[in-house]
């Protein structure tokens, strides 16, 4: 065996395959971290605020915020101004209100409310600016990168930490089985 063989693989051995992602709609002029972006953003992250949670399980705020506390590392605060407590755990009125900076600030609230919350996550001094599934505003996102925050938007924070980290067979997504066959029933 010679030296060689026994060398460390280089570090793009270790990245995600893919380019970085493209606007989609071409009336979207903002480019979108790829997915080797998304995973340094969340393997980095200690900390989430989810803006607009809800005690409500049938909103997706919601069964993120489960999926957060049972299955991630992160440290996860809740931001709903009418909600004294969200799953057990305080909630605050805005994101001033936390006892921490918040590494990720993941949104789940109206179009119209994007740029507000995209300020308050640049004053709070938040790292990432992460818009959930069907969230898209390029004004939001300007606000947050010219003050150097990340931004994600139209992803989900679950589904991207299943998927960079083997969970996604929790929800159902991926039942490791592969075939082409369909299952057979029996009946009885």
């Known amino acids: 065996m010679t030296d060689a063989s026994c060398a460390l693989p280089p570090v793009d051995a270790c990245a995600l395959p893919g380019a ?8 979207r002029t903002f480019t979108a971290p790829g997915a080797q972006e998304r995973f340094e953003i969340l393997r980095a992250a200690r900390s989430v605020a989810i803006v607009g949670a809800s005690d409500n399980p049938a909103r997706a705020s919601y069964f993120v915020s489960t999926y957060l506390l049972s299955s991630s590392p ?3 605060y809740f931001v709903n101004p009418r909600a004294d407590s969200i ?3 305080p909630a605050y009125a805005s994101l001033a209100d936390l006892p921490v900076t918040p590494d990720i600030v993941d949104v ?6 994007l ?6 996550a640049v004053d709070a001094g938040a790292k990432t600016l992460w818009l959930q599934l069907g969230s898209w505003h390029e004004g939001a996102a300007e606000i947050a990168r010219d003050a150097g925050l990340s931004v994600v938007m139209d992803r989900c924070v679950k589904i991207e930490h299943a998927r960079f980290h083997g969970g996604l067979h929790l929800a159902g997504f ?3 089985v592969l075939s082409s066959k ?7």
């Open 87 to 89: 799953l057990g755990r």
């Open 108 to 113: 789940f609230r109206r179009h119209d409310d």
């Open 20 to 27: 970085a992602a493209v606007p989609a709609d071409p009336s």
């Open 115 to 120: 740029p507000g919350v995209a300020q308050e």
């Open 74 to 76: 992160y440290d996860v």
């Open 174 to 176: 991926d039942t490791g």
């Open 182 to 188: 369909r299952q057979l029933l029996s009946r009885r």
